[in-house]
């Protein structure tokens, strides 16, 4: 911990590098406001700059803080000593997609832990604003920093365009993947499928909802599944291929999952033969609100989701558990 002037930071140097400082507390500038970190989560893509050291055509170029999925207190601004919710991305606000109300999709984009904008494995930041969401008295910090999480599997949902009663399969039964499982319930699928290699996330998935799982990487095993909306929330080849095989002929494949090289690839063929409808998943947009609603209703349950918990000064063990994926999700509290 620093004194009243700095505070710890976890920054990335490399390849499985991490290394804690004491960094000077950031001061706010217009607009922005000074937040103490009380949540992270650790994402899939975090694990991609822990292991790779980028994630496809990103490279890191530089020590980096990484973590974008986060809540925090408000030490000064207009919301001062709120517990808030943060949204990671900044967009521009000005260019055509922005004006549209696509912020997700703004060229300029800033991203927490992403390129030079630091992100939350630390005691202090500075954020807009406008990108704090107040969170319920019943939601926890840790519930706060699952709303990114959860907002990813709303855009996603979103995304999969499913009629009311229709069937859905996802592949990936990790946070996102089971948050897409609850989602589809939330909505009114008649049938969810899961399918994931790791027995722990198909059991976890049972839990949450689905109808059937596969424990299997084999694609073979989804045939015949007909699934009106596929979610693939793996990144991986085997993944989209199987989603291809659950897709029914004229069904929607949603790409979720980041590979770990900037390629993807499917069974052409098949895709052609059934006219499956692609779409690519880009982060999320504005769906904090929604988000919040979910849980704060007790629709979506995040809680159960978070099976480890490190302080910041453990960081990279809390990665190490991370990547051996023998929980769900892990949690680090500065």
């Given at each position: 911990?620093?004194?009243?002037?700095?505070?710890?930071?976890?920054?990335l140097?490399?390849?499985g590098?991490l290394r804690g400082?004491?960094?000077?507390?950031?001061?706010?500038?217009?607009?922005m406001?000074?937040?103490?970190?009380?949540?992270?989560?650790?994402c899939?893509?975090?694990?991609?700059?822990f292991?790779?050291?980028?994630?496809?055509d990103?490279?890191?170029?530089?020590p980096v803080v990484p973590g974008h999925?986060?809540a925090?207190v408000?030490?000064?601004?207009p919301?001062?000593g709120?517990?808030?919710?943060?949204?990671?991305?900044i967009p521009?606000?000005r260019?055509?997609?922005?004006?549209e109300g696509?912020?997700?999709?703004?060229p300029?984009?800033?991203?927490a832990?992403?390129?030079?904008?630091?992100?939350a494995l630390?005691?202090?930041?500075?954020?807009?604003?406008?990108?704090l969401?107040p969170?319920?008295d019943n939601?926890?910090?840790?519930d706060g920093?699952m709303?990114?999480p959860?907002?990813v599997?709303?855009h996603?949902?979103?995304?999969?365009h499913?009629?009311l009663?229709?069937?859905?399969?996802?592949?990936g039964?990790?946070?996102?993947?089971l948050?897409?499982?609850?989602?589809?319930?939330?909505?009114?699928?008649?049938r969810?499928?899961?399918?994931d290699?790791?027995?722990?996330?198909?059991?976890?998935?049972?839990?949450?909802?689905?109808d059937?799982?596969?424990?299997?990487?084999?694609?073979?095993?989804?045939?015949?599944?007909d699934?009106?909306v596929?979610?693939?929330?793996?990144g991986?080849?085997?993944?989209?291929h199987?989603?291809?095989?659950?897709a029914?002929?004229?069904?929607?494949?949603?790409?979720?999952?980041?590979?770990?090289?900037?390629?993807?690839?499917?069974?052409?063929?098949?895709?052609?033969?059934?006219?499956l409808t692609?779409?690519?998943?880009?982060?999320?947009?504005?769906?904090?609100?929604?988000?919040?609603?979910?849980?704060?209703?007790?629709?979506?349950?995040v809680?159960?989701?978070?099976t480890?918990?490190?302080?910041?000064?453990?960081?990279t063990?809390?990665f190490r558990?991370a990547?051996?994926?023998?929980?769900?999700?892990?949690?680090v509290?500065p």
């Amino acid at each position: 911990m620093g004194d009243d002037s700095t505070g710890m930071a976890v920054r990335l140097h490399g390849v499985g590098a991490l290394r804690g400082t004491s960094e000077p507390r950031p001061v706010p500038g217009d607009g922005m406001s000074l937040v103490r970190v009380t949540a992270v989560g650790l994402c899939g893509s975090d694990l991609h700059w822990f292991t790779h050291g980028g994630i496809g055509d990103a490279q890191l170029t530089r020590p980096v803080v990484p973590g974008h999925e986060f809540a925090g207190v408000v030490a000064s601004g207009p919301l001062h000593g709120r517990r808030v919710a943060v949204d990671p991305a900044i967009p521009c606000g000005r260019c055509a997609r922005c004006l549209e109300g696509y912020g997700n999709l703004c060229p300029t984009v800033r991203f927490a832990g992403h390129g030079e904008l630091d992100g939350a494995l630390r005691e202090w930041l500075a954020w807009p604003t406008s990108l704090l969401h107040p969170l319920p008295d019943n939601l926890s910090d840790t519930d706060g920093a699952m709303l990114e999480p959860l907002g990813v599997a709303v855009h996603a949902f979103d995304l999969g365009h499913l009629r009311l009663g229709g069937s859905v399969a996802v592949v990936g039964c990790g946070p996102i993947g089971l948050l897409l499982v609850q989602l589809a319930r939330v909505a009114g699928a008649s049938r969810v499928v899961a399918m994931d290699p790791l027995v722990h996330r198909t059991e976890a998935a049972r839990r949450f909802g689905a109808d059937e799982t596969v424990t299997a990487d084999a694609a073979d095993r989804l045939d015949g599944v007909d699934a009106d909306v596929v979610f693939e929330v793996a990144g991986n080849d085997r993944a989209v291929h199987a989603a291809v095989v659950a897709a029914r002929p004229g069904g929607r494949v949603v790409l979720v999952g980041i590979p770990d090289e900037d390629t993807t690839t499917f069974p052409a063929g098949a895709a052609r033969r059934k006219g499956l409808t692609f779409a690519m998943c880009r982060r999320m947009n504005h769906v904090y609100p929604r988000a919040i609603d979910l849980v704060q209703r007790g629709r979506v349950d995040v809680a159960s989701l978070v099976t480890h918990r490190f302080p910041l000064t453990q960081a990279t063990e809390a990665f190490r558990t991370a990547v051996r994926r023998a929980g769900l999700k892990v949690v680090v509290t500065p």
